[in-house]
């Protein structure tokens, strides 16, 4: 297969766009989408301070790259959660990010929760019974807050994070199987900046995760290749996999159900009902930021219990 | 006379018959070419690609969570 600009040897075929792309060429035209992306969905500016939610897997790892690449003023947070199961997935997806960070001169924040709250997540999750046997509705809240809290206190004015286009997909997929209102309102590549809390963008959501995987191969960026051990089996990976079945008999089936959903948004089909009771926000006496209940936000309150097991 | 081809893929290792294209080994083994990347001596290629006899091919797994 020949590379569509240059007429070389293709090393990436994209058939939702039946376009191949050599290495070089590859290379070029994916920041420059994700630039594009960025301005159409005014995602932000220059001069704007980004934080971007570092895990240590190509997907966050490749944004870093790219938004640096693109002259952006981006800073990396990781938070370690103190997951281990038996092959140091935290300590290593760290040092991943470390490394990467060192590499190329770049400022990273690490939070440790082990260090900071007393407990790690697997532990955090047993303790408080948030999930039955996964830990990862625990993890979700204590990532939300954390980046939150970070963003705030250093004054970044947006927060990145390298969902690419299979993981809303898959995420579309699962809010639509429940007609789950509330999500599909949300579900948005760019999310203002609400109540004292960061605006929250995702500058990947238009890629692939293959061309993800692509990018940051050719790039050489060492990443995390075993995904979390809680994600094994996850329903969202169910979903990728079907998705891809659906992909392969139908190139861009799976790009075209999230981009029409964008379009059919835009034009109104899941429009905030009129008469929504908007639950009035109140701010934690903990940790400061906005809560619909009257006491210490859902952060807070399960820190408050892990603390007292 | 049999010309074979390696394929990798994480702790698994399969034999397939050169000649033919990636493609179609990959229809062959059931596994899925959106999954996946594909390389070749360090570098990427596109499914089209024809096996060589005593190559090895390493796919890359594309799905992550968590
Ligand atoms: S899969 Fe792992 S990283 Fe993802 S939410 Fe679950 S525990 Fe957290
Ligand atoms: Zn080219
Ligand atoms: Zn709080």
């Known amino acids: 297969m020949k590379c569509k600009k240059c007429g070389g040897k293709a090393a990436i075929n994209m058939r939702q766009h039946n376009m191949g792309l050599c290495k070089d060429d590859f290379l070029q035209w994916l920041p420059e989408q994700t630039q594009k992306f960025i301005e159409k969905?005014?995602?932000?500016?220059?001069?704007?301070?980004?934080?971007?939610?570092?895990?240590?897997?190509k997907d966050s790892l490749a944004l870093w790259d790219i938004l640096r690449i693109l002259g952006y003023?981006?800073?990396?947070?990781?938070?370690?959660?103190?997951?281990?199961?038996g092959f140091s997935y935290s300590a290593e997806s760290q040092r991943l990010t470390e490394k990467f960070a060192n590499e190329h001169d770049l400022n990273l924040h690490v939070v440790n929760i082990a260090a900071d709250y007393g407990t790690d997540l697997p532990m955090l999750a047993k303790k408080t019974k948030r999930g039955r046997d996964k830990p990862c509705s625990t993890c979700g809240l204590v990532k939300r807050h954390e980046m939150n809290r970070l963003a705030r206190d250093f004054g970044y004015d947006v927060l990145a994070t390298g969902h690419n286009?299979?993981?809303?997909?898959?995420?579309?997929?699962?809010?639509?199987l429940q007609w789950n209102g509330d999500y599909?309102?949300?579900?948005?590549?760019?999310?203002?900046?609400?109540?004292?809390?960061?605006?929250?963008?995702?500058?990947?959501?238009?890629?692939?995760?293959?061309?993800m995987a692509a990018y940051a191969l050719l790039r050489g960026i060492e990443y995390i290749?075993?995904?979390?051990?809680?994600?094994?089996?996850?329903?969202?990976?169910?979903?990728?996999?079907?998705?891809?079945?659906l992909e392969n008999q139908h190139p861009g089936a799976k790009m075209h159900f999230f981009v029409k959903f964008l379009t059919a948004k835009k034009k109104g089909l899941f429009a905030e009902p009129t008469?929504?009771?908007v639950p009035e926000l109140h701010i934690c006496p903990t940790c400061g930021q906005p809560t619909s209940a009257q006491e210490n936000c859902s952060f807070c309150r399960m820190m408050k219990k892990s603390s007292e097991w | 006379m049999k010309?074979?081809?390696?394929?990798?893929?994480?702790?698994?290792?399969?034999?397939v018959k050169a000649g033919s294209t990636l493609l179609s080994?990959?229809?062959?083994?059931?596994?899925?070419?959106?999954?996946?990347?594909?390389?070749?001596?360090?570098?990427?290629?596109?499914?089209?690609t024809i096996l060589k006899d005593g190559e090895t091919i390493k796919l890359v797994s594309v799905i992550s969570g968590g």
Do not use: W
Request: glycine share 6%; with cysteine.
């Open chain 1, 184 to 211: 599909l309102i949300r579900q948005h590549p760019v999310l203002p900046s609400k109540d004292g809390l960061a605006r929250k963008v995702k500058p990947l959501f238009h890629f692939y995760e293959r061309e």
């Open chain 2, 3 to 15: 010309y074979t081809t390696t394929i990798i893929l994480r702790d698994k290792k399969y034999e």
């Open chain 1, 165 to 176: 286009l299979d993981d809303e997909a898959a995420t579309l997929f699962s809010n639509t």
């Open chain 1, 41 to 57: 969905y005014k995602m932000f500016t220059p001069d704007e301070k980004i934080l971007v939610a570092v895990s240590g897997g």
């Open chain 1, 73 to 85: 003023q981006a800073d990396g947070l990781y938070i370690a959660l103190g997951i281990d199961e």
């Open chain 2, 25 to 48: 080994a990959l229809n062959k083994l059931e596994i899925l070419p959106e999954s996946i990347i594909c390389v070749r001596d360090g570098e990427l290629i596109t499914e089209d």
């Open chain 1, 225 to 245: 290749y075993d995904e979390c051990p809680f994600a094994e089996g996850s329903t969202s990976t169910q979903y990728k996999e079907l998705l891809n079945q």
């Open chain 1, 275 to 277: 008469t929504e009771i």
